[in-house]
């Protein structure tokens, strides 16, 4: 079955970096578009970054773009997120997400997440 | 950016009651539209996509609908593992965007 495990979240200083990464699992890592979504504590979902399958397309949210870069590495089965120039709104719990064969800006399976603390 | 506003933000509600969440798209975005749930504690779970889909597995009580700017999600006969937090979402064009949430409380 498919698995998400995010890693690499913590407690970092404003205007520090961050990387996250997400091991996947259960399917064909390489065919997929992948995703990182967030939820701020008590808050909704917040779309972050789209990456497509083949590392030609990556797309961002408003709020993120120049700042984070999201990137995979096929052969590893892994998906990043480096997040540079923090602030205390990028606190969140940080998800990595499948997307389904048909659509890849759907959200088809979900991590269960690594919480990112922005705070001196 | 298309903003997504859902309603209502939270509701009550008893067990087999029906239940209806509506989304609202600031522009057309022709049934591009998924629907989300969220138990606490615990990452989404997609339910619907193309505005009245289902995604293999999602029990027959939930149902989609709506086109151009306004969707809707019933829930026919609500059961206890029903509560939670409900997301709509756009995938009309880039920046992906997320409706507010509406929160389906026990009564």
């Known amino acids: 079955q498919v698995q998400l495990v995010e890693s690499g979240g913590g407690v970092v200083q404003p205007g520090r970096s961050l990387r996250l990464s997400c091991a996947a699992s259960g399917f064909t890592f390489s065919s997929y578009g992948m995703h990182w979504v967030r939820q701020a504590p008590g808050k909704g979902l917040e779309w972050v970054a789209l990456m497509s399958y083949d590392e030609t397309n990556k797309y961002y949210g408003d709020s993120v773009k120049g700042r984070f870069t999201i990137s995979r590495d096929n052969s590893k089965n892994t998906l990043y997120l480096q997040m540079d120039s923090l602030r205390a709104a990028d606190t969140a719990v940080y998800y990595c997400v499948k997307a389904p064969d048909y659509d890849p800006y759907l959200f088809e399976y979900w991590g269960q997440g690594t919480l990112v603390t922005v705070s001196s | 950016d298309i903003q997504m506003t859902q309603s209502p933000s939270s509701l009550s509600a008893f067990v087999g009651d029906r239940v209806t969440i509506t989304c609202r798209a600031s522009q057309g975005i022709s049934n591009s539209l998924a629907w989300y749930q969220q138990e606490p504690g615990k990452a989404p779970k997609f339910l619907l996509y193309?505005?009245?889909r289902l995604e293999s597995g999602v029990p027959p009580r939930f149902s989609g609908s709506g086109s151009g700017t306004h969707y809707t999600l019933t829930i026919s006969r609500l059961q206890p593992e029903d509560f939670a937090t409900y997301y709509c979402?756009?995938?009309?064009?880039?920046?992906?965007?997320f409706g507010g949430g509406t929160k389906v409380e026990i009564k």
């Open positions: 193309a505005a009245s």
């Open positions: 979402q756009q995938y009309y064009s880039t920046p992906l965007t």
